[in-house]
């Protein structure tokens, strides 16, 4: 089966403006995700879906792949299904613009379930500690016996009523992987109530229905959203 990474690269941003064409050693942050994610080798494909002629041009300087995105969007999902007009691969990666440091094994695990024809979309899931679950910036999801999501929430899941020990947390990895016409059946769904209520587009799914297959992953994803953010990616790269 045909893979492709596809990269939404919305210019604007609200804590951090114009994070994606910040300095990260000399290259920018969108150029770095896309470098990494080309360095993985997972992928027959490695596009950039954006809104903006600065990160289009960041893009073609590194000879990358590029599609100029022609509407306005609600998420990432649905930005980079408008690019499939152009993009010819059955599994469709949507990897996030601002992680500039992606994992090979991570991204080659969740490509890997689709040999299970029953699977139609995957994301990751890694653990996180008691205390950590009660953040709500942390998206935690818990999980059937086939390890399809059964619920994702900002509050801490499963509720630990008894108080066992060492009781497990999982938290929601951003990245998701999509048969094609998965993703395209996704941009025709209505907002749900619940993702209305959580804020959380993946509930949309689930509200219709759609299973979600979570993989595990170990690797820590380091995600700008803020100079701080930034400032620790520098860090990574041995910068001041």
Request: hydrophobic fraction near 40%.
């Amino acid at each position: 089966m045909k893979s492709a990474a596809l990269i939404p690269a919305r210019y604007a941003s609200t804590r951090l403006p114009a994070k994606l064409i910040q300095d990260l050693g000399g290259k920018s942050v969108i150029q770095r995700t896309f470098l990494s994610t080309l360095a993985t080798g997972v992928f027959d494909e490695v596009w950039v879906v954006t809104d903006h002629e600065d990160i289009a041009s960041q893009i073609d300087e590194l000879n990358g792949l590029v599609f100029f995105s022609k509407k306005e969007h609600n998420s990432g999902s649905d930005r980079i299904a408008e690019a499939l007009s152009k993009v010819d691969a059955e599994i469709i990666v949507n990897v996030q613009g601002d992680e500039p440091f992606q994992d090979k094994k991570s991204l080659s695990d969740l490509v890997e379930v689709f040999v299970e024809k029953e699977v139609q979309i995957a994301s990751l899931k890694t653990r996180i500690s008691e205390d950590e679950a009660q953040n709500p910036n942390f998206v935690k999801v818990v999980t059937d016996v086939k390890e399809d999501a059964l619920y994702f929430s900002r509050s801490a899941i499963p509720y630990n009523r008894d108080k066992v020990k060492d009781l497990l947390y999982w938290k929601h990895i951003g990245v998701y992987a999509y048969r094609r016409n998965a993703l395209l059946a996704y941009t025709e769904m209505n907002r749900g109530e619940l993702e209305e209520i959580e804020m959380l587009e993946q509930l949309r799914l689930l509200e219709h229905g759609i299973k979600i297959r979570m993989v595990e992953t170990n690797h820590k994803a380091v995600a700008i959203d803020t100079a701080e953010d930034l400032a620790r990616a520098r860090s990574i790269l041995g910068l001041k």
